[in-house]
């Protein structure tokens, strides 16, 4: 399928700038006014109009009546091999046609009257027309199909889009609607709804997707490694994991891929894909606005504006504010923290010059300045250290007391400020041509990513880690075509080339305080020197660059009616540098080599470099059997390569405290992957799908995080082998016209098979260095996830308004799951379920108001734990978000046909 561009464009405003979203109120109004005389008296004709120019011309001499026109999609590009067919009002058929390689679809009926007409193809919705056929007229009826949203995946196999039941390979379709009935605005509440994603942010840059507990390391992120989850906007490549924070606004749906896909995505994915695609411009006036107000000070405003400015031109504009008050309450400065305020906006332009090309200019941008992405005291672990380095004796000599060791009394009193300041934004082309039967796509993007953060990485009111900040400037550009042809009648190619280049300059600095001495040294005499760490600090320069390469392509043959074997492959190469120099600064002065030891052991300078490559061919080969009309089978075996990694928080040092230049870089991940299935839908209205999954990740790329080597430094190993396995089901009914439920559920059992020198837990801090964690589990993998909705409907009238009442609800739950990269007996994150409500009335063409509720039952539950730096024994959390409430108002205006 051809992906076009969609760009986040998200989020406003805390009460500090809560004037944003007067703005925004104004500007809905305005535009609302405008749109509206236009809409005026057309408003009420909803038979949907012509969503493109019409393209059917009178024959003249015709004596029967003609029924013609053109079949286009929504960007207005013309549709082949769609069935038109002609139907009497009664509904008794009269003749079909199939649309030709331009879109034009022509029928004869015998006699003048009143006909319908119905267009059809597999996965898009149905549309029906009446039409009023006079003897010796021809009547156009021009048409624009849309995806079946609920059905709709990317198959770069295939020569057009096809029904998600119908591809060989396992995904979940959540529509844009879905999405906003849920409350699910970005990929953390995503994850609600499909139980195989996971998510964990401890802020914007240090935020990892996974997808069968795959994704990025577990922890501290580091910039030199690729996501194995692969995040797409229209076909764009977001880098940068940090994308996964934006809010969702003017989306059409969100597909969820589910293993290696490395054969149809520009950018090799190990693990899966996200592909967000959003609402295009078309050839139809609207206009959409939704209001919500919430408790916790919850406040959000989404809005977009569809702009015909003539027979081949198009514009859409869409807009999101979202704020809302702290979930955390800091005692030191006596304000709320982890907040929302985030703000954003994107532009599309469409351009159809001919009925066979098109293209989408896009632009967008996003601001997020959330006071937020704190963690609270969770407790305390016993270690192997001597009790005076442990945390309940250090905390006792330095006279302190924490506000709380129960995160969920959501208290910290952190003295450092927390700051989590990121644009995030670009520009891309997206070009369509149409070659007969063939199609050629490409797409140009340019992207960015400013990030301004503060942290606060002791966690407690203490002078420990007084600065803690990695500002980072990134940018990317990408291009990408593909052809996609039918070879013969059986056969049929999908391939493309894809060119990456990234840069990424980064400033790092950590500055310790008064305290940092006693709970980073042995409480020794030297230690206890005065000043010794105050002010002791490390400035870093980094700067890294990435360049790559791919081709890649698959072929779909039918070897019969029922037998369809799919093979692909890709090469990819890479080429990736680094330049790293690190320096100190502060402290104490001193040429008392001793002392200076003491502080270099804490932080210290490094310079290093590395500049490499890496070629790979990986493949894939898949075949379906259809058993019966609506049932088939399918197996997949597949390899695939996660790039090479570069560390760029700093490397282990040897025992004279040089750095180890061979730490710097990070060997590839080699996957094998084999997976097999069966969808069905045995009775109308009833989807049910099942596969079983086994994937060997061989040098898995791990981050640690070691005390002994650099307090606050994250760096990336290697684990031999990682072995994930797995049974996921997924489901939907229509149980009758007034009710529908969806579930889906996930058995995933994710291990180290195979890792000899990881680092210690903390509770074995003290004692040996590392430890053999093989047959442990990978962290942040529940054992089950699950997760089921269900919706009840009711026809009413409401202030002489037809419309129906809905009540819905739906509820996930999660297993407990390790929150360590080395297993911990108290880095584990206890199961707990969420459910979530809401009721409203929905009238007219996409108008509605609700109330709704997230976590109804108001459970305490934890997003993450982790270690806090020093190995104290101290370990932190990030409490999720308690009971809230609010009400949502949404509208919408159509104005069908042509400006």
């Keep these: 399928m051809v992906q076009t561009p969609y760009f986040p464009f998200v989020q406003a405003t805390s009460r500090r700038h809560r004037a944003a979203f007067h703005v925004l109120s104004v500007l809905i109004v305005g535009i609302s006014t405008l749109v509206g005389s236009e809409v005026g008296a057309q408003v009420a004709n909803t038979d949907g109009g012509s969503a493109a120019p019409q393209a059917s011309q009178a024959i003249a001499g015709a004596t029967l009546p003609s029924i013609t026109g053109v079949v286009r999609d929504t960007a207005g590009l013309p549709m082949p091999g769609v069935v038109a067919r002609v139907l009497t009002e009664g509904g008794q058929g009269v003749g079909e046609a199939i649309s030709d390689e331009n879109g034009v679809f022509r029928i004869d009926v015998r006699r003048a009257g009143r006909y319908q007409v119905q267009v059809t193809l597999e996965g898009f919705e149905p549309v029906t027309r009446p039409v009023d056929a006079s003897m010796g007229g021809i009547v156009s009826v021009d048409v624009a199909l849309e995806p079946r949203m609920s059905e709709m995946v990317v198959v770069a196999a295939r020569r057009m889009d096809e029904a998600l039941q119908a591809a060989p390979m396992t995904g979940s379709v959540v529509e844009g609607e879905q999405l906003n009935d849920a409350g699910a605005f970005n990929v953390n509440r995503l994850r609600e709804l499909v139980p195989t994603v996971q998510f964990f942010s401890t802020n914007p840059r240090n935020s990892s997707v996974s997808i069968r507990g795959l994704g ?289 300059d980064s400033d790092g600095r950590q500055e310790h305080g008064s305290a940092a001495a006693r709970f980073l ?118 390899t695939a390569v996660k790039p090479i990694g570069l560390n760029m928080n700093g490397v282990p040092v040897d025992s004279t405290g040089a750095p180890i230049v061979s730490a710097a870089t990070v060997l590839p991940e080699r996957v094998r992957h084999a997976e097999g299935g069966i969808k069905t839908e045995p009775w109308r209205g009833v989807r049910l799908n099942l596969s079983v999954f086994n994937t060997d990740v061989h040098d898995f790329q791990a981050n640690v995080v070691n005390a002994d080597v650099g307090v606050l430094r994250g760096y990336l190993a290697n684990a031999d082998l990682v072995r994930v396995r797995g049974v996921e089901f997924d489901g939907a009914a229509e149980i009758t016209s007034a009710v529908s439920v969806f579930g889906a559920a996930a058995w995933t059992d994710a291990r180290y098979a195979r890792f000899t020198d990881a680092p210690a837990p903390l509770e074995e801090t003290g004692g040996p260095l590392a430890k053999d964690i093989s047959g442990s589990r990978l962290p942040g993998v529940p054992e089950w996830a699950l997760t089921f909705g269900v919706e009840a409907r009711r026809g009413a009238t409401l202030f002489s308004q037809s419309g129906e009442l809905f009540v819905a609800g739906d509820t996930s739950y999660r297993t407990e799951f390790s929150s360590s990269a080395t297993p911990s007996l108290y880095l584990n994150v206890p199961a707990y379920a969420l459910a979530n409500l809401r009721a409203g009335y929905r009238w007219g063409n996409g108008w509605m108001v609700s109330v709704w509720c997230r976590n109804a039952f108001d459970t305490d539950y934890l997003e993450l734990l982790s270690a806090a730096p020093g190995n104290s024994g101290l370990y932190v959390g990030m409490p999720g978000e308690p009971r809230t409430w609010g009400v949502t108002l949404r509208m919408a205006l159509r104005s069908p046909g042509r400006p």
Excluded: C
Excluded at 418 to 423: A, E
Excluded at 595 to 621: H, W
């Design 521 to 638: 040294l042995p409480p020794t005499q030297a230690a206890l020197t005065p000043g010794l760490l105050d002010g002791y600090g490390q400035v870093a320069d980094i700067q890294s660059s990435s360049t790559a390469a791919a081709l890649f392509g698959q072929a779909e043959w039918s070897v019969t009616d029922r037998l369809t074997l799919i093979p692909g492959i890709r090469l990819n190469h890479d080429r990736k540098s680094l330049d790293y120099d690190s320096q100190v600064y502060g402290g104490l002065q001193t040429t008392d080599p001793v002392l200076i030891a003491l502080q270099r052991s804490v932080l210290a300078p490094q310079q290093y470099a590395a500049d490499v490559r890496d070629t790979n061919v990986t493949g894939q080969f898949t075949a379906r059997y259809l058993l019966a009309g609506t049932t088939h089978v399918f197996g997949t075996v597949s």
């Design 216 to 504: 990025l390391p577990f922890g501290l992120t580091n910039d030199g490694i690729e996501p194995a989850v692969g995040m797409y906007v229209d076909g764009v490549f977001f880098a940068r994991s940090a994308a996964a924070t934006l809010d969702l606004v003017d989306v059409e749906r969100i597909e969820v891929l589910r293993g290696p896909q490395g054969a149809g995505f520009g950018r090799n994915t190990t693990a899966g894909a996200i592909s967000v695609v959003s609402r295009r411009p078309s050839f139809t006036r609207e206009f959409d606005a939704e209001v919500t107000a919430g408790s916790l000070g919850f406040a959000q405003v989404k809005s977009s504006v569809n702009v015909p400015l003539g027979a081949r031109l198009s514009t859409r504009f869409a807009f999101s504010g979202t704020s809302r008050d702290g979930l955390l309450y800091n005692t030191t400065t006596r304000s709320g923290l982890n907040e929302m305020n985030n703000v954003g906006g994107r532009g599309q332009v469409l351009y159809a010059p001919t009925d066979g090309f098109a293209m989408v200019l896009a632009a967008d941008h996003t601001r997020q300045r959330p006071q937020g992405f704190a963690q609270v005291v969770a407790g305390v672990a016993p270690t192997l250290r001597p009790a005076n380095r442990q945390f309940p004796q250090i905390i006792a000599d330095l006279n302190y007391t924490p506000p709380s060791y129960n995160a969920f009394d959501r208290l910290t009193d952190a003295d450092t400020p927390h700051r989590s300041n990121q644009d995030l934004g670009g520009t891309s082309l997206t070009m369509e041509k149409r070659l007969g039967s063939a199609k050629l796509t490409s797409i140009t993007a340019w992207r960015y990513w400013n990030w301004d953060p503060s942290n606060d990485r002791d966690f407690l009111g203490l002078p420990v880690t007084t600065v803690s900040a990695n500002p980072s400037k990134q940018r990317q550009f990408t291009q990408e075509v593909r052809y996609t042809t039918p070879l013969t009648s059986k056969i049929a190619f999908s391939g493309g080339v894809f060119a990456f280049h990234q840069s990424i």
